[in-house]
């Protein structure tokens, strides 16, 4: 990093590790109120094609355009949950998270949805393992302005697989305990995404410095890329595209929840899959890249 001048001139040099430098066009967050009726046609087209339940989300925030299929089912969230839990978490570690001795479990439990890490932020920082709805996570869920999601007790992975019916608007039954939708991971990561950039709107609703948004961004950039924690979306994208994903699986599912840096401008992606069978990593894949180029075209 050079450090200029008010004339141009190089007056000192310093080199920085560990940061994520985006395109200048990451830096817009624009709501999306503006329906896309083609977009909206061309998902519908992708989730057909497809067997099992899928939920959509696609929102580009650089000009505000955004659709779905099936956006309101709620379907077990698997990982995908443990993003609110981050953010409750980082926003209990004062003004400088990366010297809290929890630190180290929000990077586990984002980079590699490490389980175990969460399980020690609910803990350490959360109500633990009660049957009732987590502290943390619920900070987090209301600060990023989650509707359907909830996130209770330790993360011990679910072993019940409540199953939906294709098609239309489904719920999970009752005893699934940590459920989401597309639509909620979407206005998520939007909500992330605007803290960090920041915009007034989302100083107001989500408390969230633009500091601690950007770490929380920066260590989703950066995940894990190795099975079942890879990027659903590259393979619609240029490569080299600049992405930051949650991801979550279990036995029937596969979901993927991402900002996509594109040269235009940041793109939510969001892919839910649920296939009775059991999850499809390669066709959850297939999905991710034609939502990511419908998301582009729409």
């Known amino acids: 990093m050079v450090f200029r001048s008010a004339a141009g001139d190089a007056i000192a040099t310093r080199r920085t590790y560990n940061a994520y430098l985006l395109p200048a066009s990451g830096l817009q967050a624009i709501p999306g109120s503006r329906r896309s009726p083609r977009l909206s046609r061309a998902l519908a087209r992708i989730a057909t ?3 099992g339940v899928t939920g959509i989300w696609v929102q580009r925030l650089w000009d505000g355009r955004a659709a779905g299929w099936n956006a309101d089912a709620e379907f077990p969230a698997a990982s995908t949950v443990k993003l609110p839990l981050a953010v409750g978490a980082i926003m209990r570690m004062g003004n400088a998270p ?6 180290v479990d929000v990077v586990a439990t ?3 949805s490490d389980n175990k890490a969460a399980d020690r932020l609910v803990s350490q920082l959360g109500s633990g393992c009660a049957t009732t709805a987590d502290a943390a996570a619920a900070e987090g869920l209301r600060r990023l302005g989650a509707r359907q999601s909830t ?6 992975a679910e072993e019940l697989q409540p199953r939906l019916p294709a098609g239309g608007v489904t719920q999970t039954p009752s005893w699934s305990n940590r459920h989401t939708t597309a639509r909620d991971l979407g206005r998520m990561l939007y909500a992330l995404q605007a803290a960090a950039v920041p915009t007034k709107a989302a100083r107001r ?3 969230i410095p633009a500091m601690k948004a950007r770490l929380l961004l920066g260590i989703l950039l950066t995940a894990a890329q190795d099975g079942q924690n890879a990027t659903l979306f590259n393979g619609g994208l240029k490569p080299g595209t600049p992405i930051a994903e949650k991801n979550g699986w279990r036995h029937n599912e596969q979901h ?31 999905i991710g890249s034609e939502v990511a180029r419908a998301g582009l075209r729409g």
């Open 256 to 286: 993927g929840a991402a900002i996509a840096y594109t040269k235009r401008g940041p793109v939510i992606l969001v892919v839910l899959t649920q296939r009775p069978g059991g999850a499809s990593l390669a066709d959850a894949h297939a």
């Open 205 to 207: 609703q989500t408390g």
């Open 98 to 103: 990366w010297a809290h001795p929890s630190w």
């Open 110 to 112: 984002l980079r590699y």
């Open 151 to 156: 996130f209770t007790g330790c993360y011990a």
């Open 49 to 51: 094609r497809h067997g």
